[in-house]
Nanobody, 121 residues
């Protein structure tokens, strides 16, 4: 499914931001959604994921306790709520999908267009 991430911006350290991941395609509720980010000069890293059921959520250690993944199947949208942002969270954020996935592993993430998050100190 083709996804579009949005909601990024320039914030200060300690602020919050909520990213959205949407699609116009059908069967959104059959896909696990994963969030990745890529900082300049670095490889993309997994941030968090939610299973197709919405019952299971997984997070990278670096964001655990600060970031929350959620989904609204009625509106074909997944969210990444980010709190207590740090300068090291600065990156291009992407969302990807995995049909009937558990939300923990995205073996071949297709990252598409991302949304920039910049956290100033």
């Amino acid at each position: 499914v083709q996804l579009q991430a949005s909601g990024g911006g320039l914030v200060q350290a300690g602020d919050s931001l909520k990213l959205s991941c949407t699609t116009s395609e059908r069967n959104f509720n059959a896909y696990a959604i994963g969030w990745f980010r890529q900082a300049p000069g670095k490889v993309p890293e997994f941030v968090g994921g939610i299973s197709w059921t919405g019952n299971n959520k997984y997070y990278a250690d670096s964001v655990k306790g600060r970031f929350t993944v959620s989904r609204d199947n009625d509106n074909n949208t997944a969210y990444l709520t980010m709190r207590s942002l740090k300068p090291e969270d600065t990156a291009l954020y992407y969302c990807t999908s995995d049909l009937w996935g558990a939300g923990e592993v995205f073996a071949d993430p297709k990252l598409g267009q991302g949304t920039q998050v910049t956290v100033s100190s």
